[in-house]
Nanobody, 128 residues
């Protein structure tokens, strides 16, 4: 049973920073693609960033790549999302996702339907 547990959300003032963490457990993840998404009430889940456990290739939503950075710590089975220069529009719930993939794939995925496992989400609130 795959478990993804997000943490690090909270309340921050506009212009501030937060680092979200996603701790993965339940199986090995070396072949996985990992992603961060966010979803506001009544809206579709929006792609934020993706990374491969193996190789560390990354992808970002164009609108966020200048402010957000995805990284991973393989030894800790943890994926991070560093968010800088936060804006009130960044306020929403952030989700971590995993897709079991081929170690040789190297692909990154930017749509929610490509992921198999999800965390429970962590709330980020940016005050103006």
């Amino acid at each position: 049973q795959v478990q993804l547990v997000e943490s690090g959300g909270g309340l921050v003032q506009a212009g501030g920073s937060l680092r979200l963490s996603c701790a993965a457990s339940g199986r090995t993840f070396e072949a996985d693609a990992m992603g961060w998404f966010r979803q506001a009430p009544g809206k579709e889940r929006e792609f934020v960033a993706a990374i491969r456990w193996s190789g560390g290739t990354r992808d970002y939503a164009d609108s966020l790549k200048d402010r957000f950075t995805i990284s991973r710590d393989n030894a800790k089975n943890t994926v991070y999302l560093q968010m800088n220069s936060l804006k009130p529009d960044d306020t929403t719930v952030y989700y971590c996702a995993a897709r079991r993939d081929s170690l040789l794939s190297g692909s990154l995925y930017n749509t929610a339907d490509r992921y198999n496992s999800w965390g429970q989400g962590t709330q980020v609130t940016v005050s103006s």
